[in-house]
């Protein structure tokens, strides 16, 4: 397991396009962009994945089953939690290729490859 920030990650994409950070800061989910979570007890992470159990989303521990809730992660985050679960739409390919090369700067035959490689209207997140 793996734990880390995407920070400077996200800092290398240079220009920010407006249409995108508007859509971030409209979840109210922007600061997380810069949210670092540094643990030097490697185990204790571990262990809480190991006793992750998939089907459920339950961690199985010796005082019993624990479940993190929505609420808890508002609370640990700082999150506002407000209004419905937002549903998407299906989109045609043609159009996530408009919106890649618009918004995310590709070019017109790098966003075709990719959604020709995912079978569809989705991309890949690397």
């Not at 998407?88 to 043609?94: G, K, N, Q, R, S």
Request: charged share 25%; glycine share 6%; hydrophobic share 45%.
């Amino acid at each position: 397991m793996k734990l880390s920030s995407y920070e400077r990650k996200v800092e290398k994409f240079g220009r920010l396009a407006p249409d995108i950070e508007g859509l971030v800061a409209a979840t109210g989910l922007s600061p997380l962009i810069a949210c670092l979570l540094d643990t030097g007890d490697q185990g204790l992470i571990s262990t809480f994945a190991e006793r992750w159990h998939k089907k459920t989303s339950n961690f199985h521990l010796p005082i019993g089953d624990e479940t993190i809730t929505l609420d808890d992660v508002a609370s640990l985050l700082l999150l506002p939690i407000t209004g419905t679960f937002h549903s998407f739409e299906a989109l045609h390919v043609d159009d996530v290729v408009f919106l890649l090369v618009e918004l995310l700067e590709m070019s017109f035959e790098e966003a075709r490859a990719e959604t020709v490689q995912c079978h569809g209207a989705y991309v890949r997140l690397s």
